[in-house]
Nanobody, 115 residues
Framework: QVQLVESGGGLVQAGGSLRLSCLAS??????MGWYRQAPGKQRELVAT???????NYADPVKGRFTFSRDNAENTMYLQMNSLKPEDTAVYYC???????????WGKGTLVTVSS
């Protein structure tokens, strides 16, 4: 059974940092990534990576967020620096066994950035 469990969200002041973690279990995942959903908005991509190591970032987070993954541990991370109030959202980890396969999601972790 596939399971993704996020941790690391919380409240932080603007300019601060947080690190999110996601432990994936139940399969080997080729694609892993982070998405977020702000209140009243659609879920959007934050960063995504294939097992080969290439990482794609959404423009709003480029230069501030860093995605990493430990394939041996089936774990992914999102280091978030220089946080802004507009980064406030529920952050979800996502994984796929194949490049265009079924999406698996965690339950989400809330990140709140105060001004």
């Amino acid at each position: 059974q596939v399971q993704l469990v996020e941790s690391g969200g919380g409240l932080v002041q603007a300019g601060g940092s947080l690190r999110l973690s996601c432990l994936a279990s139940g399969s080997i995942f080729r694609v892993m990534g982070w998405y977020r959903q702000a209140p009243g908005k659609q879920r959007e991509l934050v960063a995504t990576s294939t097992s080969g190591g290439r990482v794609n970032y959404a423009d709003p987070v480029k230069g501030r967020f860093t995605f990493s993954r430990d394939n041996a541990e089936n774990t992914m991370y999102l280091q978030m620096n220089s946080l802004k109030p507009e980064d406030t959202a529920v952050y979800y980890c996502n994984a796929r066994v194949t490049r265009y396969g079924t999406d698996y999601w965690g339950k989400g972790t809330l990140v709140t950035v105060s001004s």
